[in-house]
């Protein structure tokens, strides 16, 4: 079993939840498999960002909950990502070591910015 097939499965069923709402755009469903994988690396090879099991699980289930809520059209891997809880502990440390890595910022600048 490879490390990613949980990944693989989450998204597969997140997007079938997505084709049964028959939004506009929506891929037919003989290649949703393949529009699976190509989100699956999406997320990962394109976002360089290592998902984990325990911790993104129940982020990624919330976000496509909330994209079967809001959409008026299929959407892309960008609209599940803005939509991915940001209330987990680690995702903030996370954050914050890639606020300051780009933006060469501060750290107590950084902690002002967790504040907001």
Known sequence: MEKDDWL??????GLM????L?????PPEEIIVKTAQVW?????KGLGTKWEK??????????????????DRFPNP???IDRLPR??????????KLLKKSANVPVKCVKNYEKS
């Open 22 to 26: 028959r939004l506009p755009n929506t």
């Open 78 to 80: 960008k609209m599940l």
């Open 54 to 71: 325990e911790r993104d699980k129940p982020r990624i289930e919330k976000a496509f909950m909330r994209l079967y809520a809001e959409c």
């Open 87 to 96: 209330d987990y502990p680690e995702t903030l440390m996370i954050e914050r």
């Open 17 to 20: 939840g997505l084709v049964t």
């Open 40 to 44: 699956v690396l999406a997320l990962t």
């Open 8 to 13: 693989n499965a989450v998204i597969a069923k």
